[in-house]
């Protein structure tokens, strides 16, 4: 019903910047939050950042004043904007997007960022 394809991973020096962005197509009407999970190898995925259609937004307490996240509504995309990259920020990150409540729940296939020291 909605597929999401994300962009924008990569390599980059600490202290450096990525912008990743997912796009959300087909039943858009099911979604009314997206957001930024990442899994590090050998831990839980966690939460980076959220927004929702009204444009509320929550991050993780690790990435509070480096990453934004942002949303184009025509577009149907979310960006996440990052910035003074560490290290400990290496990892595969999923987008997600859905309306939890009413069962919609999607998951991109995830992309790869590797911050180096």
């Known amino acids: 019903q909605v597929q999401l394809v994300e962009s924008g991973g990569g390599l980059v020096q600490a202290g450096g910047s990525l912008r990743l962005s997912c796009a959300a197509s087909?039943?858009?009407?099911?979604?009314?939050?997206m957001g930024w999970y990442r899994q590090a190898p050998g831990k839980q995925r966690e939460l980076v950042a959220v927004?929702?259609?009204?444009?509320?937004?929550n991050y993780a307490d690790s990435v509070k004043g480096r990453f934004t996240i942002s949303r184009d509504a025509a577009k149907n995309t979310v960006y996440l904007q990052m910035n003074s990259l560490k290290p400990d920020d290496t990892a595969v990150y999923y987008c997600?997007?859905?309306?939890?409540?009413?069962?919609?729940?999607?998951w991109g296939q995830g992309t790869q960022v590797t911050v180096s020291s």
């Open positions: 997600n997007a859905g309306w939890k409540t009413l069962g919609y729940d999607y």
């Open positions: 927004i929702t259609n009204g444009g509320r937004t």
């Open positions: 087909g039943s858009t009407w099911n979604i009314n939050a």
